[in-house]
């Protein structure tokens, strides 16, 4: 009797250091939790960094045309019209940032800016969202007039990198600009000498006139 109960007691703790191992080695195949915050989760673009908590990326490894320091440069520029520090730019954000660079948009062209690069369609711009803005004028593949080329254009971050194409086109673009306003400088400054040479004239008119009615009067 005492034996067959010491058989049941032995088979009886086989058992459970068999589960016991098993469930162990589920566990280690498991991946291990990441703590929001850790320097992990901050390397791979998630919390923690702008346009975290939807998708974790890389902007370094799926932004490769463009140098550590150019990343930097968007992402402070990111961060710094991310005025909720939720990692988004919603519509009144990119309102504001456009105003501060010196080229408000309309409420439509707002949201048309927010269109052009929003792939997950929350109508508001993540940091990767963020960045295809600069690939695209890099690219060449933004429209001069659009909202999203004057945002590039006025951020005054440098995106030309070896290799990419369209970068030159963009530059013109840039080059063109700083002409335009030139120009512009010049018109102004004619029409003002103009204006001056009228007035001028009109006075001229007017002392002749006086000269002339004295004559009459003598």
Known sequence: MAEELAER???????????????????????????????AVRALGGEGSPGGGRRLFSPAAEFR???RRQLRDME???RQYDAGKDGFIDLM????????????????????????????????LSFREFLLIFRKAAA?????????????RLSEIDVST?????????????????????????????????????AEEMRQRKAAFKELQSAFAQ
């Open 9 to 39: 007691l032995g088979r009886r703790l086989g058992m459970r250091e068999g589960d016991a191992e098993q469930q162990q080695q589920q566990q280690d195949a498991e991946p291990a939790p990441v703590t929001p915050g850790s320097p």
């Open 93 to 124: 954000e990119l309102k504001l940032m456009m105003e501060k660079l010196g080229a408000p948009q309309t409420h439509l062209g707002l949201k048309n800016m927010i269109k052009e690069v929003d792939e997950d369609l929350d109508s508001k």
């Open 140 to 152: 060449g593949e933004l429209q001069e007039d659009s909202g999203l080329h004057a945002l590039a």
């Open 162 to 198: 070896e290799g990419v194409k369209g970068a030159k086109s963009f530059f013109e673009a840039k080059a063109q600009a700083v002409t335009e306003g030139s120009r512009f400088e010049e018109e102004i400054r004619a029409e003002q000498e103009e204006k001056r040479r009228q």
């Open 76 to 78: 402070r520029l990111f």
């Open 65 to 67: 045309e463009f140098s």
